[in-house]
C-alpha cells in the first residue's frame, strides 16, 4: 500500500495540476531596489556556503520526495547526479519504508553511493514516532545514508486528507525533543507545504531541533495531490476545501524568525527561480529548496536537473550583482529588499 501511494504522488505530481489556486508564496510582494553601479564584477559574485559543516557551491537544495519504488530509485539516482556534479544539497523522500523492509533500502542508498559528498538529509514523518518508529529507527536511517542531519517532516494536513493517514499527532513534540537528544546529527523540522507559525518554531526549537525548513504554501499543495487520489467524492470534496490552506512560504519565514530567532531556516514551498531564492536568503534564509521543479527535471534526465540548478543559480548570481551583494551574508543583511506598500 505505502509502494503504490508513492508510486501515485510522483505519477500525480507529474501529470496533474497540483498547484494552489489563489494563494502564493508571498515573495511576490517584494522587490529588490535595483542599483544602478554595483562596483563589483559580475564573475566577483560568490554563491558558496556552508551548512551543517559540508561546503556547498550554491545555497540550493532538492528538497525531499521519494524513495521505495523502483521509477523513485530511477529519480533518486538521477537527482543524486546532478546534486554531486553541482555540488548542492538534498533531502531524501520518507524512508519509512526502507526500514520495514530492507529490499526497499536500495532506492535510498544509490543516493549516497552516487552523491559521496553531498549534503544529505535523511527522511521520516514525525508522527510516525506516535506508530512504533524509535530514537533507534532514526538512528538507522541517517546511517543508512550516511545522511548530514535528520528531516523530521510534519503533515497533519495531508494524513487527515488520506484514507489510511496517521492522524495521532498528540504527545509528538515530546518524542521530537528525545529524538533531537539522542541523535548525533542535528534534526530539522520540516513542513511539507503549508509552512510554520511563530508558536510552532518557538515550541520546536525549544524541542531542540537544530534547523526549520519552512516549506510553506505557494508551491506543491498536498491537499491537492491528495484531491487527485481520493477514491470518494467525498475525500475528493473534502481535499478540495483545503487547495489555498497554509501560511505562504514569505509569511512563514517571518514568523518562524519571530518565533525561534537563532535558529537557522531552509527557505522551501513554490520557488521557483534564482529570484525566488535570492529574495527568501535576503528574508534570512539559509538554504533554499524545490521540489515539484526537480522532479519534473529528474523524470528527463540528468542534465535536465544540472540546467535547472544552474539556471536557478545564474538568476540568483544575476540579482546579486543588481544588488551589489558579493556574497550570501550580503544578501542576508541587505537594506535594498523592499515590500511592495
Ligand atoms: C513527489 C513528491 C514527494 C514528496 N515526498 C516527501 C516526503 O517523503 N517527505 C517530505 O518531507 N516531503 C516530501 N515532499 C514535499 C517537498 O519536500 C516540498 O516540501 C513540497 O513539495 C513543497 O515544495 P515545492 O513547492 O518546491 O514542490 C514531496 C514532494 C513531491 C513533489
Given at each position: 500500500m505505502l509502494e503504490q501511494r508513492k508510486a501515485d504522488h510522483i505519477r500525480i505530481n507529474l501529470e496533474e495540476d497540483v498547484g494552489f489556486d489563489r494563494?502564493?508564496?508571498?515573495?511576490?510582494r517584494y522587490y529588490f531596489v535595483h542599483q544602478?553601479?554595483?562596483?563589483?564584477?559580475?564573475?566577483?559574485?560568490d554563491l558558496s556556503t556552508f551548512f551543517f559543516g559540508k561546503s556547498l557551491r550554491a545555497p540550493l537544495l532538492i528538497s525531499s520526495m521519494t524513495g521505495g519504488t523502483e521509477r523513485a530509485h530511477a529519480i533518486n539516482r538521477t537527482l543524486a547526479a546532478a546534486a554531486q556534479e553541482a555540488g548542492i544539497a538534498m533531502g531524501l523522500g520518507s524512508m519509512r519504508a526502507a526500514l520495514e523492509?530492507?529490499?526497499?533500502?536500495e532506492s535510498f542508498l544509490v543516493v549516497r553511493s552516487t552523491a559521496p559528498d553531498i549534503l544529505l538529509f535523511a527522511n521520516l514523518g514525525a508522527v510516525q514516532l506516535n506508530y512504533g518508529c524509535t530514537v533507534d529507527d532514526c538512528r538507522r536511517a541517517v546511517e543508512m545514508v550516511s545522511a548530514d542531519a535528520l528531516y523530521l517532516h510534519l503533515n497533519a494536513l495531508q494524513e487527515a486528507l488520506q484514507p489510511e493517514g496517521e492522524t495521532r499527532f498528540a504527545g509528538l513534540l515530546d518524542k521530537i525533543e528525545a529524538v533531537c537528544k539522542n541523535l548525533q546529527v542535528p534534526v530539522v523540522a520540516k513542513e511539507v507545504g503549508w509552512g510554520f507559525s511563530e508558536e510552532m518554531a518557538r515550541r520546536l526549537a525549544n524541542a531542540g531541533v537544530a534547523a526549520i525548513d519552512v516549506a510553506g504554501a505557494g508551491g506543491t499543495s498536498w491537499s491537492q495531490v491528495e484531491m487527485h487520489r481520493a477514491d470518494t467524492e467525498a475525500r475528493r470534496r473534502v481535499a478540495a476545501t483545503f487547495r489555498d490552506w497554509g501560511i505562504p512560504t514569505a509569511q512563514s519565514i517571518q514568523m518562524i524568525q519571530q518565533g525561534a530567532p537563532h535558529l537557522p531556516i531552509i527557505a522551501s514551498g513554490g520557488l521557483r527561480n534564482g529570484l525566488d531564492v535570492a529574495k527568501t536568503i535576503a528574508l534570512g534564509a539559509r538554504l533554499a529548496g524545490m521540489a515539484g521543479p526537480f522532479l519534473k527535471a529528474a523524470v528527463i534526465s540528468t542534465d535536465a536537473v544540472l540546467e535547472t540548478i544552474e539556471i536557478t543559480a545564474a538568476e540568483l548570481r544575476i540579482t546579486m550583482f543588481c544588488i551589489s551583494a558579493q556574497s550570501l551574508d550580503e544578501v542576508r543583511g541587505t537594506s535594498h529588499l523592499v515590500r511592495r506598500t
Amino acid at each position: 500500500m505505502l509502494e503504490q501511494r508513492k508510486a501515485d504522488h510522483i505519477r500525480i505530481n507529474l501529470e496533474e495540476d497540483v498547484g494552489f489556486d489563489r494563494l502564493t508564496n508571498g515573495l511576490e510582494r517584494y522587490y529588490f531596489v535595483h542599483q544602478a553601479l554595483p562596483e563589483l564584477d559580475l564573475e566577483q559574485i560568490d554563491l558558496s556556503t556552508f551548512f551543517f559543516g559540508k561546503s556547498l557551491r550554491a545555497p540550493l537544495l532538492i528538497s525531499s520526495m521519494t524513495g521505495g519504488t523502483e521509477r523513485a530509485h530511477a529519480i533518486n539516482r538521477t537527482l543524486a547526479a546532478a546534486a554531486q556534479e553541482a555540488g548542492i544539497a538534498m533531502g531524501l523522500g520518507s524512508m519509512r519504508a526502507a526500514l520495514e523492509d530492507s529490499s526497499l533500502a536500495e532506492s535510498f542508498l544509490v543516493v549516497r553511493s552516487t552523491a559521496p559528498d553531498i549534503l544529505l538529509f535523511a527522511n521520516l514523518g514525525a508522527v510516525q514516532l506516535n506508530y512504533g518508529c524509535t530514537v533507534d529507527d532514526c538512528r538507522r536511517a541517517v546511517e543508512m545514508v550516511s545522511a548530514d542531519a535528520l528531516y523530521l517532516h510534519l503533515n497533519a494536513l495531508q494524513e487527515a486528507l488520506q484514507p489510511e493517514g496517521e492522524t495521532r499527532f498528540a504527545g509528538l513534540l515530546d518524542k521530537i525533543e528525545a529524538v533531537c537528544k539522542n541523535l548525533q546529527v542535528p534534526v530539522v523540522a520540516k513542513e511539507v507545504g503549508w509552512g510554520f507559525s511563530e508558536e510552532m518554531a518557538r515550541r520546536l526549537a525549544n524541542a531542540g531541533v537544530a534547523a526549520i525548513d519552512v516549506a510553506g504554501a505557494g508551491g506543491t499543495s498536498w491537499s491537492q495531490v491528495e484531491m487527485h487520489r481520493a477514491d470518494t467524492e467525498a475525500r475528493r470534496r473534502v481535499a478540495a476545501t483545503f487547495r489555498d490552506w497554509g501560511i505562504p512560504t514569505a509569511q512563514s519565514i517571518q514568523m518562524i524568525q519571530q518565533g525561534a530567532p537563532h535558529l537557522p531556516i531552509i527557505a522551501s514551498g513554490g520557488l521557483r527561480n534564482g529570484l525566488d531564492v535570492a529574495k527568501t536568503i535576503a528574508l534570512g534564509a539559509r538554504l533554499a529548496g524545490m521540489a515539484g521543479p526537480f522532479l519534473k527535471a529528474a523524470v528527463i534526465s540528468t542534465d535536465a536537473v544540472l540546467e535547472t540548478i544552474e539556471i536557478t543559480a545564474a538568476e540568483l548570481r544575476i540579482t546579486m550583482f543588481c544588488i551589489s551583494a558579493q556574497s550570501l551574508d550580503e544578501v542576508r543583511g541587505t537594506s535594498h529588499l523592499v515590500r511592495r506598500t
